[in-house]
């Protein structure tokens, strides 16, 4: 599964995504490129993502997210994101998780590796930061990638401390 995964995930996206794709790299190695029975949670789960698995992902159901679904794809996301969350963090009004003041031991809610598991997350960042590079009007775009390098700075601190809690 990996070698067809790391071909989807692995575009240009700049150096904050292709961190966070070596880094997720790191945690399916550590996991022995295994995959897991159980994926992530599926509630909340953008739907998107869903069509994409029920037909069989990569190539056979290409997503496109469009320059007037990507707002409501990056809201749909932080959703998802913060209901994955374990639960000693927080989630603040707006549906985002609040900054970690410190990791805990309970890591099963994020413990998801093999093609149900990060590699979801990774791609929905792919179609998301896509989606942001058609977006024609400059301030919603910068604003827009603004938030998604903030799920990804987010993500790869949560991924790093699941990295060295493994």
């Known amino acids: 599964w990996f070698p067809d995964a790391f071909r989807f995930v692995n ?3 700049g150096g904050p995504y292709t961190s966070l794709v070596d880094q997720w790299i790191t945690f399916e190695r550590i996991s022995n490129w295994q995959t897991k029975n159980t994926g992530l949670a599926k509630l ?3 739907m998107e993502l869903t069509t994409w698995i029920n037909y069989g992902r990569y190539n056979k ?3 496109k997210i469009t320059p007037e679904r990507v707002h409501q794809f990056a809201v749909n996301f ?3 994101w913060s209901s994955l969350q374990p639960s000693w963090r927080a989630v603040g009004e707006d549906n985002r998780p609040l900054a970690a003041k410190e990791m805990k031991d309970d890591w099963k ?4 590796y ?3 598991g ?3 997350l990774v791609v929905c960042l792919r179609w998301w930061g896509e989606g942001l590079m058609r977006v024609q009007n400059e301030t919603l775009r910068k604003e827009g990638i603004d938030d998604w390098l ?3 700075e987010d993500m790869a601190i949560m991924l790093g401390g699941l990295i060295s809690y493994k």
């Open 150 to 152: 903030m799920a990804i």
């Open 109 to 112: 809610s994020l413990d998801h």
């Open 44 to 46: 909340n789960r953008p």
């Open 78 to 80: 932080w959703i998802w």
């Open 61 to 63: 159901k290409r997503i």
């Open 11 to 13: 575009v240009n996206l």
């Open 114 to 116: 093999g093609q149900n």
């Open 118 to 120: 990060w590699l979801s």
